[in-house]
């Protein structure tokens, strides 16, 4: 018993927390500590900041001037204006080439192009389209439905060419909302029986 006793009395004097010191004392260590790092920089030549010079945004191009054709089209969550003016078949999506713009998809660029191949016209107008919504495929669906709608402006009779090949109607699928209780529109989560 006693050596318990013993034992324990020394574990309580190896155990003791050591006072903490006074807040003026730790304070003065602390700026010893801190005053030379914070001197250190100041002495030192400060590095001259050269300004960052940022690329220039490419101009846009601008439309021509004169008469010219206008056709809303739309498809998904993609709006495009069009307006197709006489030229020699350039395509401007947003100011940029179409192969620029949609990436070299040939499958899109085709879709674009596709209203003007139809009425024999590739070669005879510059189109010009803002885009705005949806992704990069819904876009150049709207633009396709833009340059069709556009074109019953330049003759009606390309109205029957543009009809056969669906070019004039609104494409109405669009992404079906999420339901409650499943992971989107309809796919459930997965079933577990035990």
């Known amino acids: 018993m006693a050596e318990k006793k013993k034992t324990k009395a020394a574990k309580k004097t190896t155990t003791r927390k050591k006072k903490p010191a006074k807040k003026a004392e730790v304070a003065e260590v602390r700026k010893e500590e801190v005053a030379p790092e914070v001197a250190a ?28 054709y206008y056709g809303t089209g739309r498809r998904k969550e993609a709006v495009a204006k069009v307006w197709i003016y006489p030229g020699s078949g350039n395509i401007f999506l947003n100011g940029r080439a179409h192969s620029e713009y949609l990436c070299g998809r040939k499958l899109l660029e085709f879709q674009v192009t596709r209203p003007l191949m139809v009425t024999n016209t590739i070669k005879s107008y510059d189109v010009h389209a803002e885009i705005y919504g949806g992704g990069v495929p819904g876009q150049a669906g709207a633009v396709s439905m833009g340059i069709a709608r556009a074109l019953l402006g330049v003759s009606p009779d390309f109205r029957i060419k543009l009809k056969r090949e669906g ?11 999420k339901k409650y209780g499943l992971k989107r529109a309809r796919r459930a989560f997965q079933y577990t029986k035990r």
């Open 167 to 177: 070019l004039l109607r609104r494409d109405p699928r669009m992404k079906e909302r």
């Open 41 to 68: 920089p100041a002495a030192a030549a400060p590095e001259e900041v050269k300004p960052v010079k940022k690329a220039a945004p490419k101009p846009k191009k601008e439309k021509p001037q004169g008469p010219g």
